[in-house]
């Protein structure tokens, strides 16, 4: 399986990423020479101010315009014009945005009160969309842009995302070994088990003799002391269901083992949200400003969102596996579940796509007109359990992970649509495609 934060690096932030905010810089700080003596307020000398570089006074002053304590906020937060025309301005913004090391906070806030004077602030209160605040929203927008991704990923904010930094954002693993395969045994215990129910009982049974399965959990695996045998099972002709038992061994260890808070897999998931919704605004501040939709700036930042956003629709092997471990999850018990028997239900054709070791399975005592099923059991210490929560830690971080970043808390599926400015795991799989 590729990895899944190599997908995420080299679709995102080396590819897209960069290009468009040169081009940004380039285009529209042309525009901005056109339009900024638009909005020179002489009764309250704002304009001298933000020439004196007294940007706190004008941001105070409510007899500056929109555009003025706009333009303020902007360079509170660190962006100035000058820096962005240095040499080494493209391979080091935050130095160029001067960004502080002990944290962002402070100019992150700078560009949220810049945005509110250029985009946000209600009609009613007196806010017009010229030229000149629309170049205002667009810059802090992507000051904000450029300073959440050094913030987040780049830790000590030298220029340079690593690999190790980028892992560290991410929780997914980056190293193919350490993703390694699932690990799925048909025989577990060296036999084959199934569940079978007839009439509406549940057992649990061996090629001969069945036991009791009351709460349809098929965690028995010993069928000493059997009270039936599958003969009779058949013989009495009200079979209608059978399961084959297959263990969980292992699964591929999609996120970093050393997460110990759940919330800390969705946040590279949030701030790709982020992205997308900003660079929504950033395509609103360029038709603005009259930039066509054919110019390579436009063309750049919407194909970086669409890029990202695609629908998951790819069909390549890792979006399959990913698939196939999403469906684990949609159909596996909960947490606290007393009555299996609805639950940790697959086909047998997805055995093998899973554990691609395994064959297909067949199923000799299934009568005419029985399909049968997988249940799944998942490997705890030396024992198994329904539960996968209690599982062993690898089996339960990778299906506690992957449900927190693709169901809703409901255990409903969040959907993957293209174009809705949320960023699934399944479209960063079907970034190349």
């Not at 906070?105 to 969309?129: E, F, M, V």
């Not at 560290?168 to 048909?186: C, H, P, R, Y």
């Amino acid at each position: 399986m590729r990895s899944l934060t190599t997908v995420y690096r080299s679709g995102y932030k080396k590819r897209r990423f960069r290009s468009f905010i040169l081009l940004a810089m380039g285009a529209v700080l042309f525009l901005l020479s056109g339009c900024a003596e638009e909005s020179v307020d002489e009764a309250a000398d704002c304009q001298t101010q933000l020439d004196n570089r007294e940007f706190q006074a004008v941001a105070d002053n409510a007899a500056c315009s929109n555009y003025e304590r706009g333009s303020a906020e902007l360079s509170l937060a660190g962006f100035l014009f000058e820096n962005f025309l240095k040499e080494d301005a493209d391979s080091d913004f935050p130095s160029a945005l001067n960004l502080p090391v002990t944290g962002c906070a402070t100019a992150l806030q700078h560009y949220t009160n810049a945005q509110y004077w250029s985009r946000t602030k209600p009609a009613n209160d007196g806010i017009t969309r010229d030229n000149a605040t629309a170049e205002i929203s667009l810059f802090s927008t992507l000051g904000e842009i450029i300073s959440e991704t050094y913030c987040q990923i780049d830790t000590n904010l030298d220029g340079t995302i690593t690999e190790a930094e980028n892992l560290s954002f991410t929780k997914i693993n980056i190293d193919g070994e350490a993703v390694g395969s699932s690990d799925l045994d048909t025989t577990p215990l060296g036999n084959e088990w199934y569940q079978i129910i007839a009439g509406g009982t549940p057992w649990f049974c061996d090629a001969t003799d069945c036991v009791a399965d009351p709460d349809f959990e098929g965690i028995l695996l010993d069928v000493t002391g059997s009270t039936d045998t599958v003969n009779d099972l058949i013989l009495a002709g009200n079979i209608t269901a059978v399961s084959a038992i297959v263990s969980v061994e292992s699964l591929q260890q999609l996120f970093d083992p050393s997460v110990t808070v759940i919330d800390d897999v969705q946040t590279p998931f949030d701030f790709l949200e982020m992205y997308a919704d900003r660079a929504g605004d950033l395509l609103d501040d360029l038709t603005a400003l009259g930039v066509s939709e054919d110019d390579d700036l436009y063309e750049n930042v919407s194909e970086s969102v669409g890029a990202m956003d695609n629908g998951g629709t790819c069909n390549n092997n890792s979006a399959e596996v990913l698939g196939l471990l999403t469906t684990i999850v949609q159909n596996a018990a909960p947490p606290g579940t007393a009555d299996f028997e609805t639950y940790n239900l697959l086909n047998t054709s997805d055995i093998p796509q899973i554990d691609t070791g395994e064959g297909t399975l067949t199923c000799p005592i299934c009568p005419a007109g029985v399909e049968m099923k997988v249940r799944l059991i998942y490997k705890k210490g030396a024992t198994y359990t329904g539960v996968y929560d209690t599982a062993d830690a690898g089996i339960k971080n990778t299906l506690t992970y992957l449900r927190k970043v693709s169901f809703y808390d409901s255990g409903d599926p969040i959907p993957i649509v293209a174009g809705d400015e949320k960023i699934a795991l399944q479209e960063l799989l079907c970034l190349d495609e």
